[in-house]
């Protein structure tokens, strides 16, 4: 079985400014050290990418971008572009959130665009998958995470997905305090596995970092990272508090 070193991500969506951001990564970076055995990455909104890349310098902590636009320059009002995060220090993006995709109608072929995009630039992408209460009441959480996995993989080149890490979250569990079981969320994580190795081969698919996202805290985490299939969380909430987000950077790695 392939050793894959855990992921802890923090998204902070639209909360802390630039200086807020920048104190909280240097009390996280003090707070964990340098653990051996876990990616750490916080993802503040686009004002606050320069000032915790500076904050995180020399320390354990990454940071990652909350979204991208596909094309490298242009006219393009309010988007920023792969190249320009690279240049900045931010090395992973996440692509794809259900907020992005509910709020702000992105499809499946902007989310296909965008993993190209970022991974093309040297960044790693984080792509987000998972489906909405009514599908899961319908039956459908197999189809939408078979689909939305496929579309998003659908522009990448081949090797690319040494540098992709997915996110499954389950939408109704985001930010609700509901968090799906251990045994759902791993059925949910292999299944995507699966569907990762008929589109990649069963050997790259077991090196692709899978993460549990949706309402995940310290007391609930450590019985995800027990599945097989759960590398890791996207944590939203719980990221925002430097011992909360400490804590789980210490199940992960436990
Ligand atoms: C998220 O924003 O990706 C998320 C999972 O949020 P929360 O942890 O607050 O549910």
Redesign the pocket.
């Known amino acids: 079985m392939t050793a894959r070193i855990p992921v802890v991500a923090g ?1 902070w ?1 639209m909360y802390k400014t630039p200086s807020e951001g920048a104190a909280f990564v240097s009390a996280l970076a003090s707070r964990i050290g340098i653990p051996v055995g876990v990616e750490v990455l916080v993802a503040p909104p686009f004002t606050g990418l320069a000032a915790a890349v500076t904050a995180a310098e020399g320390s354990s902590v990454e940071v990652a971008a909350q979204n991208i636009f596909w094309e490298e320059q242009g006219a393009f009002t309010g988007e920023i572009a792969p190249g320009m995060l690279a240049d900045l220090g931010v090395g992973w993006a996440i692509i794809g ?1 259900s907020e992005r995709r509910q709020l702000f109608g992105e499809t499946d072929q902007a989310v296909a665009r965008k993993v190209r995009a970022t991974i093309d630039h040297g960044l790693r992408a984080i792509l987000c998958v998972g489906e909405s209460e009514q599908e899961r009441d319908a039956d459908l959480t197999e189809e939408r995470l078979t689909s939305q996995v496929a579309k998003g993989l659908g522009e990448l080149s081949a090797g690319g997905c040494s540098e992709l890490v997915v996110a499954y ?1 389950p939408v109704w ?3 609700t305090g509901r968090t799906a079981t251990p045994q759902m969320a791993q059925e949910a994580c292999a299944l995507i596995r699966r569907r990762l190795a008929e589109i990649v081969g069963a050997e790259e698919a077991e090196y692709v970092r899978i993460l549990y ?4 805290k310290p007391d609930n985490f450590a019985e995800l990272m027990a599945q097989p299939d759960i590398d890791g969380g ?5 990221s925002l508090d430097v011992e909360s987000f400490a804590r789980l950077v210490e199940i992960a790695v436990a």
Request: hydrophobic share 40%.
């Open positions: 998204n969506k959130h979250e569990a985001i930010g996202g949706g309402s995940v996207l944590v939203g909430g719980a």
